[in-house]
């Protein structure tokens, strides 16, 4: 079993801009950009259901370097591929082609920016080099989204603030790439700040910076995240039937209430008023509707309690968090399940839950300094015994959302 400790990580800045002009030229003046990934501390399938989410900016993340170029073509290189050529793709009118594999998410961007009527005025060379580990649930695709469209904005001056940003990175996913995500990631990616998680209402995009205080009684604790090893990287059809799932329910309650816009709208009370499990054509859809009412109150009140510094709440709400998500959901794994389970019984740990969409992916807890070690040692060993592999852990740091950064990467 393996741990990192995220600091604010610095990357090969020579060894990109030398292999940029390898691969591009010497001409160019590139300049640099990062975007974070994400962790979500509770809120999860909510942001599709118009209610509320809790993630924060974390400090694994992706960096760009980029110069325009004087043609009609946008060439993509990734060190992740080091052994490819660059992707090279037309200016306008791009389409998904399943063999450009990871360029589809940065070239989603360029379409969706020529959609809203911010098109690129020419092509760009962009080289990017990452930290943050693909498919484990910390928003890899929505950070390289991000990335595109800041450095795109930018180095064109496109005008776009850090809400639109993440619009038009959430437009790329969901109309290119074919995932109908909602919006926290993005909004998390883009907006978020050092030290801070954001309280979003994906309703209305009203938001909060929540400070981050992560000390209970004088000692300090740190997110720590468990890769399961289960890629979620084909939960794709996965998220978007439980999207439908959430539109029939959805349905389900406007035949007896017509006003209600979205499933969060309600309380557990409501959900009681219409009639409970009766109003629903199927109990499944009873139940995914229950998760995301009882989920929406859960990310309120935890938010409540990051403000009075009730970290015990807090990582309460955690743990029911993962039961809804486990029971009514349906979205965890039992390797999650394992993970979540076997930090829940540890001494040191406040909370713990699987993060992000689920179907694999990794659990997010919180823990208190001294006991980290032997969380690490202890989770990882039970998990080996209990799901047959080894979990990956990365103790991270909070960061702030995507920026450009001067030639030394601050
Ligand atoms: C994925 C999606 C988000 C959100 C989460 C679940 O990360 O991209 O929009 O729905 O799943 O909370």
């Keep these: 079993m393996s741990a990192l400790r995220g600091g604010t990580p610095i990357p090969p800045f020579d060894a990109m801009a030398a292999r940029f002009r390898e691969l591009y030229g010497d001409d160019a003046q590139p300049c640099l950009f990062f975007a974070p990934g994400r962790v979500n501390l509770i809120g999860e399938h909510t942001d599709h259901n118009g209610g509320c989410v809790l993630p924060c900016a974390i400090s694994m993340g992706i960096w760009a370097m980029a110069a325009p170029r004087p043609r009609e073509t946008v060439r993509l290189w990734s060190s992740r591929s080091a052994g490819s050529p660059p992707v090279e793709a037309p200016l306008r009118g791009l389409e998904y082609q ?91 990616v883009s907006m978020g700040r050092k030290h801070h998680a954001i309280l979003l209402d994906c309703a209305t995009l009203a938001h909060e910076q929540a400070p981050l205080n992560l000390t209970r009684e004088g000692i300090a604790c740190q997110i720590v995240i468990a890769d399961s090893g289960v890629s979620h990287s084909l939960s794709a059809s996965g ?50 509707a229950r998760h995301a009412v009882t989920e929406n109150a859960r990310t309120l009140k935890a938010a409540e309690a990051l403000r009075d510094g009730d970290l015990r709440e807090l990582g309460r709400l955690m743990r029911a968090s993962h039961l809804s998500l486990r029971d009514d959901y349906e979205v965890t794994t039992p390797e999650l399940d394992a993970l979540a389970e076997l930090a829940w019984d540890r001494p040191g740990v406040l909370g713990s839950r699987m993060v992000g969409g689920g179907f694999g992916g990794s659990t997010v807890s919180i823990v208190e300094d001294a006991a980290i070690d032997a969380f690490i040692r202890e989770v990882g060993a039970g998990y080996a015994r209990r799901a047959g592999r080894e979990a990956r852990f990365y103790v991270v740091g909070t960061e702030d959302g995507a920026r450009r950064l001067d030639a030394h990467g601050h």
């Design 239 to 288: 998220y978007n039937l439980r999207r439908r799932e959430c539109e029939a329910a959805l349905e389900d309650v406007r035949s007896v209430r017509p006003s209600v816009g979205a499933l969060c709208e309600l309380s557990e009370g409501d959900l009681a008023d219409i009639g409970g499990e009766g109003a629903f054509g199927e109990s499944v859809l009873f139940r995914r």
């Design 98 to 188: 399943a063999e450009r594999g990871w360029a589809n998410y940065p070239l989603g961007v360029v379409r969706a920016l020529e959609d809203r009527g911010r098109a690129l005025p020419s092509g760009l060379d962009v080289l990017f080099h990452a930290d943050l580990p693909e498919g484990v649930g910390l928003s890899s695709s929505a950070a390289i989204e991000v990335l595109t469209a800041r450095a795109a904005n930018d180095i064109f001056g496109l005008g776009l603030d850090g809400t639109e940003i993440a619009q038009a990175a959430q437009e790329a996913e969901v109309r290119f790439v074919g995932v109908r995500c909602g919006i926290m990631d993005q909004f998390a």
